[in-house]
């Protein structure tokens, strides 16, 4: 039997820097992070043993200039004695913090991953710690290195308890040393910090952190401080808001403001969150906190309970985040019923600038549809009014809608014109909610309207006009035979649409069938065709109705050439097309071209035809 050597990993820790650098952090900056959750743990630490001899509390001090420039951060937590040292300052990726799985542990500290204190290699080539901890008073210096070399030695020097770290400027970083960068970072990530973060620099010192508030336990207590709130918003997320709504889970474990964006937004812009882990900046691009009909929401965050990723700056994807956006969703619509007993003014002026997040809302919960609906607004006939007007002005009778624009746009001029209620369904979410309006509330009663019904409504003509346009009609339907569509005359108004182009559901798949045919490839193409051979036989004609009651229609029925009859009845067709904003394929393209050229020939020979 062969002898298996046995080989320990050797690591490149200036790699590893380089990985913290480029790939693992979104900026050097993070190491003011890394340094302020080591300060704050410790802090923590120590009045989890019950000292309470002094107030916690952080100082970061800046000295010197350009590469000669001195950071210092030290905090009077728990300090480290010579077995922590060796422990967690000299082993990569050992952590402080207890429990067996580091990444899922519970406890009050910030950090789970103990490679923090690397990223201070990326703005300096030398980490020194000088510590004395709370267990035994033997003050430590300890030095390290990116070429993964380290000191460590005994002072005879008697430290305070806690810790002290040094980090000289590093050539190229001169930027991150700026007094302004630095005060900007130390709030940027701990704005919420519980302890003081004091900054001094050349003898002036300041307190940078906001002081500590007790509505981050209660978010209730928001409510009775507006002005507090919303100012808090401007400073943390650089926008002025105008309301907000208290966040809080059923644990108490996360808490937060959800601030209403003051204007409308697009549905598909991107969500984005400012949260705090443990007090500490985690994100202020967080896009999945929040589900994500609540596009109308910028919200702060604190949590104590989601799982951060290795970077730290974004939240790991599993059961507990999807039932902390719940929650959250939960909070916020609950906030939205309250408005609707309570605030109506309030509600609906947030629903004039929101409402396509609102609808998002309802079409998912029908006790929110059954609260809102009142006030969701509809395009129709009658205008844009809001739903509880469109049933009033239907005095009973059932609402008529069309599920898509492009039937709203084909009949909307003969239905107002006929003083006919109908609706537009087209936009994203108004057919759904439509569709539901009967569950909530059975007196409620909707129908979808064709251009098919609408031509119900048409006035049809006498015998005497029919045997007089009879010649006519079937030169026109032989002019359309090749498109699959019929022609009927008929009289309605306004007088000034000529055609209404109708379709059936069936007709309109073959259509779209057929457009696609031309555009695809032989293949594709060849399945299309054996689908589209089924659907041909149910798909029936598509119908253009001439309107007599339109000056130019009443002329082409009076003339007696079949070349300017068959013309007309192209031009109209077409027309037809455009205006109910239907594609159109080779045929109907060159129809279109033929039929104009045949005009401008036309009105070339001075009424004669060539």
């Not at 290699?121 to 033997?138: A, H, N, P, Q």
């Not at 190229?172 to 130390?186: I, T």
């Not at 649409?497 to 696609?516: C, K």
Request: proline share 4%.
């Amino acid at each position: 039997m062969s002898q298996t050597d046995e080989y320990r990993f050797q690591v490149n820790l200036g790699g590893m820097i380089d990985i913290l650098a480029n790939h693992l952090y979104s900026s050097p900056r993070v190491f003011i992070r890394e340094v302020l959750q080591n300060a704050t743990d410790a802090i923590t630490a120590r009045k989890e043993l019950g000292e309470t001899a002094a107030e916690g509390k952080v100082t970061v001090e800046l000295s010197g200039s350009g590469e000669q420039q001195v950071l210092m951060i030290q905090d009077n937590g728990i300090g480290l004695t010579e077995e922590d040292i060796h422990r967690f300052l000299s082993i990569i990726g050992q952590s402080s913090k207890k429990g067996t799985d580091l990444l899922a542990s519970e406890t009050s500290f910030i950090g789970r991953f103990g490679i923090g204190l690397l990223s201070c290699f990326m703005v300096s080539d030398e980490i020194v710690v000088l510590t004395r901890s709370v267990k035994e008073g033997v003050s430590m210096e300890w030095r390290g290195k990116p070429d993964g070399t380290y000191t460590i030695r005994r002072l005879e020097t008697e430290l305070p308890v806690g810790t002290q770290i040094y980090l000289r400027c590093k050539p190229g970083s001169e930027f991150y040393y700026e007094p302004a960068q630095v005060e900007e970072s130390l709030f940027y990530y701990g704005a919420l910090l519980p302890y003081p973060v004091m900054l001094s620099v050349d003898g002036e010192t300041k307190r940078v952190n906001l002081p500590s508030t007790s509505w981050m336990q209660d978010p209730e207590q928001l409510r009775s401080r507006r002005g507090e709130v919303l100012e808090l918003g401007y400073r943390l997320m650089g926008e002025r808001f105008g309301d907000f709504i208290p966040l809080r889970t059923a644990s108490g474990r996360t808490g937060g403001i959800a601030f209403i964006l003051p204007r409308s937004i697009n549905l598909n812009s991107k969500r984005l969150h400012r949260v705090y882990l443990k007090h500490m900046l985690v994100s202020d691009k967080a896009e999945n906190v929040l589900p994500e009909w609540a596009f109308f929401i910028k919200s702060l965050i604190w949590t104590d309970e989601l799982q951060p990723t290795a970077s730290r700056e974004y939240f790991y994807e599993n059961e507990q985040l999807d039932g902390v956006r719940s929650e959250l969703g939960t909070c916020i619509r609950q906030e939205l019923l309250r408005m609707a007993e309570y605030e109506p003014d309030r509600l609906q002026h947030w629903i004039r600038l929101h409402e396509l997040s609102m609808k998002a809302l309802a079409v998912e919960d029908a006790e929110f549809l059954r609260i809102m609906h009142r006030w969701f607004s509809f395009e129709s006939t009658f205008g844009r009014r809001e739903l509880s007007e469109l049933v009033r002005e239907a005095g009973g009778r059932p609402l008529h809608y069309t599920s898509t624009v492009d039937e709203y746009r084909q009949i909307t001029h003969v239905a107002a014109a006929q003083s006919m209620l109908v609706i537009n369904g087209g936009y994203i979410y108004d057919t759904e909610i439509l569709e539901k309006l009967h569950w909530i509330d059975p007196a409620l009663q909707t129908e979808r309207l064709s251009p098919e019904d609408v031509s119900m409504s048409f006035t049809g003509l006498t015998q005497e006009e029919r045997e007089q346009y009879y010649s006519v009609l079937r030169v026109m339907d032989a002019a359309l035979q090749p498109m699959r569509c019929r022609t009927e005359l008929k009289r309605f108004e306004p007088a000034s649409l000529p055609v209404l182009y109708t379709i059936s559901q069936d007709a309109l798949t073959l259509r779209t069938m057929e457009n696609t045919v031309e555009e695809t490839t032989a293949l594709f193409s060849n399945v299309l065709d054996s689908l589209r051979a089924g659907v041909q036989q149910n798909a029936g004609y598509s119908t253009l109705y001439f309107n007599l009651n339109n000056p130019v229609v009443a002329r082409i029925f009076e003339a007696t050439d079949t070349q300017m009859i068959t013309a007309a009845t192209e031009m109209m067709y077409v027309n037809a097309l455009m205006m109910g904003h239907y594609p159109m394929n080779r045929n109907e393209l060159g129809l279109m071209n033929r039929s104009v050229l045949h005009f401008i020939n036309w009105g070339l020979g001075n009424g004669q035809n060539t």
